[in-house]
């Protein structure tokens, strides 16, 4: 059985589609990160790095969620993750766009927006980062109608944070309409829907 530890963000919610989608059997145990949970001494056993989510699987730790999808595509017979050639190297390199670029763009806009001390260098350099990497993802969604092609683990890694860009971010999505009608794509997917929704 799989035991997934996560919480209700971009990043947690990851490695629920893919469960969903695979149907793959899983317990989730919630991590709190408001109340510290990720720091408790038996979570930093799964992730030395104290970040959710994580995973174990049989026995097995993974940590990252990159690294949990790549697995779970696997241990699924290749769901979601092509075997070779230039469609698993498109499915890759989208993952990693999100993992490298996306979610830690997102996430730093996200924080100095909140920050009591604003930063007007930091909003700037960060939306500016956020406007271009959604432009990039408008781009390869007006060739495609997935990121990486067909529907994958590089879809399922980037939904939890470009969906926000127009409810949480305030930007105008008319600015990319092919990455808001592939929003509307992946979201619509009731696996994406149940994960989403998702409530400790």
Do not use: C
């Not at 035991?3 to 469960?19: A, C, F, Q, R, S």
């Not at 990159?66 to 696997?74: F, N, P, S, T, V």
């Not at 699924?76 to 766009?97: E, H, I, N, T």
Request: avoid cysteine; proline fraction near 6%; glycine fraction near 12%.
């Amino acid at each position: 059985m799989i035991e997934l530890y996560t919480w209700t963000t971009p990043n947690g919610v990851k490695p629920l589609i893919m469960l969903e989608e695979t149907g793959l059997p899983y317990h989730v145990t919630p991590v709190d990160i408001g109340k510290g949970a990720q720091h408790a001494p038996d979570f930093v056993r799964i992730n030395p790095n104290a970040k959710i989510p994580a995973m174990v699987d049989d026995g097995v730790r993974v940590f990252e969620s990159g690294a949990i999808l790549i697995h779970l595509a696997e241990k699924a017979g290749g769901k979601f993750l092509p075997p070779s050639g230039q469609a698993r190297a498109d499915v890759l390199g989208w993952l990693f766009f999100q993992v490298g670029s996306v979610g830690p763009m997102f996430g730093q806009l996200g924080h100095f927006r909140g920050a009591k001390l604003a930063d007007h260098y930091a909003l700037d350099r960060y939306t500016k980062e956020v406007e271009r990497l959604a432009g990039v993802m408008d781009a390869r969604l007006g060739e495609v109608e997935y990121l990486g092609g067909d529907y994958s683990i590089a879809d399922m890694a980037t939904i939890g944070w470009a969906r926000g860009l127009g409810a949480y971010y305030k930007f105008d999505m008319t600015r990319w309409p092919n990455l808001e009608k592939w929003i509307d794509r992946v979201v619509a997917r009731p696996a994406v829907r149940k994960a989403l929704a998702w409530k400790p």
